[in-house]
């Protein structure tokens, strides 16, 4: 079932033209982060007119640091009592944001993302430039994998196009239309983690609205567990997810699959192309691969059968 639209509060006022005039909100989920969480909150404060942090029921320690940083940074917390999700996270900071004030825009992240100062104008730059902005739904930062030397992207410069129209991004750093989600809903809570964000993609481009990206706006995250292997004369990039992330990507990619078959064709092929090699350098250089095989056939059964939200411990495979 497709998320209702009806839970948002009705529009205010028109949204308005431009990113420099209308107020922006930042959500961030956060479960168990590390140091990096306060350096990366205060590189994005500049850049944000509030920021609202969703804690997804990290352990007592941690949430006492996070309530430290967030007491400094004269930041909202919101203190979930388990781990709720990331859709669902999402959404709770989401409606709270509709309820504080009039946002334009709804900017999340995750608690491992780093932006750079200019971030925000670098976004604004793409969005102006677009000549059907009116029907732009999510714009798009450029996404750069988080490494020792990352820090040398976190650069904003003109050497790329202004703007380009994309299919799908990833969840954090985008900017939401609030216009956008009250057409078409909020994030699927029954996905938890993984492919969340592309469903959501997917759902505001099958309602009429287009996606963007602003290459020239940076953000550096960390995706997996990364580490480099050599094979055959080249140098692969494993990401090494938990059996359990293994799980959740399988079962929502099928889900995604079967239902936007139609509508959004050309991506799904393309995402099972991107699958395919990542199933073979799982195969070839990750440990557990008879674990996470098992999961991730366990997502696909599971997907047939309609099932969503958070893995049951109950399952087999959990007492393994």
Not at 122 to 143: D, E, F
Not at 291 to 313: E, F, N, Q, T, V
Request: proline fraction near 3%.
């Amino acid at each position: 079932m497709e998320p209702n639209s009806s839970e948002i509060p009705a529009p205010g006022e028109p949204l308005r033209d431009e990113l420099k005039n209308g107020k922006l909100c930042a959500i961030m989920v956060t479960y168990n982060p590390d140091a990096a969480l306060e350096r990366n909150i205060r590189a994005m404060l500049p850049q944000v007119d509030k920021l609202i942090i969703v804690d997804n029921g990290s352990a007592l320690p941690i949430r006492a640091h996070i309530e430290t940083i967030a007491s400094s940074c004269a930041v909202q917390v919101i203190w979930n009592k388990e781990n709720l999700g990331l859709a669902t996270a999402l959404n709770i900071g989401i409606r709270s944001a509709f309820v504080s004030d009039n946002f334009a825009w709804i900017a999340t992240f995750d608690q491992d993302s780093r932006v750079a100062a200019g971030f925000r104008d670098a976004m604004l730059q793409a969005y102006l430039a677009c000549p059907y902005r009116q029907s732009v739904g999510i714009i798009g930062p450029h996404h750069v994998e988080l490494t020792e030397n990352s820090t040398a992207g976190l650069s904003h410069h003109e050497e790329h196009d202004r703007f380009r129209e994309i299919t799908a991004v990833m969840q954090s750093g985008t900017f939401l239309s609030t216009e956008a989600l009250r057409s078409c809903g909020l994030f699927d809570d029954s996905f938890f983690i993984d492919y969340v964000d592309f469903e959501l993609c997917l759902r505001i481009r099958k309602n009429g609205l287009r996606i963007i990206e602003a290459p020239n706006a940076t953000i550096v995250h960390r995706l997996g567990n990364p580490s480099r292997h050599n094979r055959f004369g080249r140098t692969f990039t494993v990401c090494n997810h938990s059996a359990l992330r293994r799980y959740y990507a399988a079962r929502n990619r099928f889900r995604i699959y079967f239902r936007y078959l139609f509508s959004d064709f050309a991506w799904i092929c393309h995402d099972i192309w991107l699958w395919s090699k990542e199933l073979i350098k799982l195969v070839l250089f990750e440990e557990d691969r008879a674990k996470k095989l098992a999961y991730i056939a366990r997502g696909g059964w599971d997907a047939l059968r309609g099932r969503g939200g958070m893995y049951s411990r109950s399952n087999r495979l959990e007492r393994e």
